[in-house]
């Protein structure tokens, strides 16, 4: 299919729906391939624009393409939505894709290497594990509340349950004690494997230079470096480290009209992971400095003493993505000024 100037995938896992137009726009063929049928076809296809939305398995395939030649273009689905025209459908979503591609002022998302999805899953893994851990330590202390026994909020007070259990004596039936054992021998494997990928993703900080770089800025251990490398693009595809902060959602969004500039809380539109370990990392630097005591004259001291801990937290996390930029795109290691 010589004629072909454009070659847009609506993905799915087995069924995907593929539609060609030529360089005018007009579109040539709309219809539904098998996963192996898509294989053969960008296979079979001269070089051409393929787009696709930025989804799942979008940079699987996007890496496909471009080893057979294609222009991979990954899309905001964001953008996609305004060109969809009345019903919402899988052959109105691949013209839509088709469409999107060709505006002159559209912005794509770039093409993930194996290895930058790799540190991904990592990062995803040791996330759900924290997560699946909490949810434990939360369900059994709430089963422990209904006979009595009240345990602190974390894993370091965990300890204290087999105190309580020893002491609340024939209260607590038997049953229960072997369910507690369960959830603290489920919880122990769940913490042992934190603390594995926890320990990878240290010791993949000793090894890569752009990791030690970003540990270097105060505030930023080595999940959050993990989390920069594994989902943020090349840096310097930005223009400044403020449009680096609005692509993380750090920026207040606005709501301008007239002439009048209106601005409200931030955006949140951006990536979510590095956004929330940013202000973790902020919040527990703004700690650091209310517990160590504020330094005079400061910008962090002032903004403190001025706004609500969070309101600062949420200033530091952006000036920390603008600094993150400057770092990686001089190449150059954090310094205290």
């Known amino acids: 299919m010589p004629d072909v100037h454009v070659l847009a995938i609506d993905l799915a896992k087995r069924s995907f729906q593929v539609c060609g137009t030529d360089r005018g726009g007009a579109v040539l063929f709309n219809r539904t391939v098998s996963r192996t049928k898509l294989i053969q076809l960008l296979s079979a296809q001269p070089p051409c624009i393929v787009a696709m939305e ?15 030649g294609h222009d991979v273009r990954l899309v905001p689905p964001i953008y996609v939505k305004p060109f969809v025209k009345r019903q919402k459908n899988d052959a109105a979503d691949a013209a839509a894709i088709a469409e999107a591609a060709l505006r002159p002022n559209m912005h794509y998302v770039a093409v993930k290497s194996a290895e930058q999805q790799a540190r991904a899953v990592a990062f995803r893994t040791h996330q759900c594990f924290v997560r699946q851990r909490t949810q434990l330590i ?12 009240i345990v602190a909020q974390g894993p370091a007070h965990l300890k204290q349950i087999v105190e309580l259990l020893d002491q609340a004596g024939p209260e607590v039936p038997d049953a229960v004690r072997e369910i507690v054992r369960l959830y603290l021998d489920q919880i122990d494997v769940l913490t042992l494997k934190i603390e594995e990928l926890h320990r990878g993703l240290r010791d993949a900080t000793q090894e890569n230079a752009e990791m030690r770089r970003l540990c270097t800025v105060p505030g930023v251990g080595p999940v959050t470096a993990g989390a920069v490398l594994a989902f943020a693009p090349d840096l310097r595809a930005f223009s400044s480290g403020r449009n680096f902060a609005a692509w993380l959602g750090l920026v207040p969004k606005q709501r301008s009209t007239g002439g009048k500039t209106r601005l409200g809380g931030v955006s949140k539109m951006g990536q979510t992971d590095i956004r929330r370990l940013l202000i973790v990392g ?37 000036k920390m993505a603008r600094i993150i930029w400057a770092i990686m795109t001089r190449e150059e290691n954090y310094r205290m000024a």
Do not use: D
């Open 54 to 68: 930025a989804c799942a398995t979008s940079h699987y395939w996007g890496r496909f393409g471009q080893g057979l």
């Open 138 to 149: 939360n369900a059994l202390r709430g089963h422990l509340a209904e006979f009595g026994l």
């Open 282 to 318: 902020a919040m527990s630097r703004i700690r650091w400095i209310v517990r160590k005591g504020i330094l005079p004259g400061s910008w962090l001291g002032n903004l403190v003493g001025r706004k609500p801990r969070m309101v600062a937290a949420v200033a530091l996390a952006n």
